[in-house]
């Protein structure tokens, strides 16, 4: 599979002069970066850590003046000083799906722990590895993907190329269908401390993967201990000419953590990518999926699921960049909001005028379960083709008085009857999750819920 490059429409992926600015223009952020500077060392890695690094020093943290990160106020995350910790695996919690028991990967805080992995009895065709696990000809395939990704330059996608010590990688050979998934487990949650997770993926033409992304804290997500942490963890996809990947990812840090992902996908010629995005955790959480078309007829299915309360914060900015004909993609985004929690959701679909013949269709859909609660949402279709077939949509609800009456009248009492509402409306994107094990936690965590408040 080649890298193709065009001009970015990605948000904050922009080329800026490096000679225009002066170094350290962000103190905290500069702090942040020594934290997470690895050991010099020699050869490419050591030369990608240092141009993402360069980076960085010329960057600031966005801010809510920032059209971007507007409704996002980072504020509270600089108050933290952060710290990285080495490996502990202690006390740790996580749930082992039996369909992956034997293609697992697990990294603590961001270190890679063996004794906590399997991989094994895997077919011929597929490495499953931490990157320093990989041979010396392995690694040089990577090199040519590795932090290749169009919005590279986005500064917390930067400051995790700048720190990269490791990484979870999952390569594909060209026609091979793997069937088991494959379970990438990422669990931080020391008190102030900073782990940068990276993943590779890299589905060469012909093939077919499945893949679960999880970030976890160490003690479980009903941990009284939650403490505060910021997890900055980025994920590379490229999908090869009529390949084929399933992709699921599980945020559920603890109470009081700090979460910012990137997902990059590149989509070749007549590719299948499909991502659902469950955001259940974190004090702030801020996902950014960003898809690029590198060639025809590829298919796209995005579908999104976050729910939250307290005071918990959750952004979702999603961009789908089609720049070929007869491509499809689908998008449904669904929100549910208790207490005083906050969640935003900005979706864009950009279809310049070559992509004629594009089928794009994007949905929000939010649930309130408070009088408190808060939603901004912002679905975007920039278009310029003219032979195209594209929507867009946004719906905020509250939970239906006739609805809870009737569930009533048939001897439900108005508590059950609410929480049957509020995982019907989540179902609709868990079902869809292509791992039965994976669908019954989740489904189990939604019920088992206690945190979201049910204003009458």
């Not at 690895?38 to 050591?46: F, H, N, R, S, V």
């Not at 020093?57 to 966005?62: A, E, G, N, Q, Y």
């Not at 009737?406 to 009857?417: F, T, V």
Request: proline content about 3%; hydrophobic content about 40%; aromatic content about 6%.
């Amino acid at each position: 599979m080649s890298i193709q490059v065009s001009p970015s429409p990605i948000p904050n992926s922009n080329l800026v002069s490096l000679t225009s600015t002066l170094l350290d223009k962000d103190t905290y952020l500069t702090e942040l970066l020594n934290q997470v500077t690895a050991p010099k060392t020699e050869g490419w890695l050591q030369e990608l850590r240092e141009g993402a690094a360069s980076w960085v020093r010329h960057s600031t943290i966005p801010s809510t003046r920032e059209e971007e990160w507007r409704f996002t106020d980072l504020s509270s995350l600089r108050k933290v000083q952060f710290n990285v910790e080495t490996l502990h695996t202690t006390s740790l919690q996580f749930d082992i799906l039996p369909e992956a028991a034997n293609s697992r990967l697990v990294f603590v805080n961001g270190v890679f722990a063996p004794e906590l992995s399997a991989v094994k009895d895997l077919p011929s065709g597929i490495v499953v590895s931490n990157l320093a696990g990989l041979s010396a000809v392995e690694q040089e395939g990577v090199r040519q993907y590795l932090a290749q990704a169009e919005g590279a330059q986005e500064v917390f996608t930067a400051l995790n190329t700048a720190g990269i010590i490791d990484a979870a990688v999952v390569w594909v050979k060209k026609n091979v269908v793997v069937e088991t998934p494959i379970h990438l487990v990422f669990i931080s949650g020391e008190t102030l401390t900073i782990s940068q997770p990276r993943c590779l993926v890299v589905a060469e033409a012909g093939s077919q993967v499945t893949l679960v992304e999880e970030y976890t804290n160490r003690r479980g997500a009903e941990s009284a201990e939650d403490g505060v942490y910021l997890t900055n963890a980025v994920t590379e996809v490229w999908v090869g000419d009529n390949a084929q990947v399933s992709h699921t990812r599980v945020e559920q840090e603890g109470a009081e953590a700090f979460h910012i992902g990137k997902t990059a996908i590149a989509q070749s010629r007549d590719s299948r990518y499909t991502c659902h995005a469950i955001t259940l955790g974190a004090k702030l959480s801020r996902h950014n999926l960003e898809i690029l078309q590198t060639g025809e007829q590829t298919e796209t299915t995005l579908n999104g699921l976050t729910i939250i309360s307290g005071k918990q914060l959750a952004d979702t900015h999603s961009a789908i960049a089609l720049n070929y004909p007869h491509s499809t993609s689908k998008q449904l985004h669904k929100c549910i909001v208790g207490d005083r929690a906050h969640a935003v959701f900005n979706g864009k679909v950009l279809v310049p005028k070559r992509a004629q013949l594009t089928d794009a269709a994007q949905l929000n859909r939010n649930l309130l379960l408070s009088s408190k609660a808060r939603v901004d949402t912002k679905p975007q279709l920039e278009i310029t083709a003219d032979n195209v077939k594209c929507a867009h949509g946004a719906t905020v609800s509250q939970l239906e008085d006739d609805e809870i009456f009737y569930l009533q009248s048939r001897g439900i009492d108005e508590n059950d009857a609410r929480k049957l509402l509020i995982n019907a409306f989540a179902a609709e994107i868990i079902n869809q999750v292509p791992v039965p094990s994976l669908r019954e936690i989740l489904l189990n965590t939604v019920n088992n819920l206690k945190s979201i408040s049910l204003d009458s």
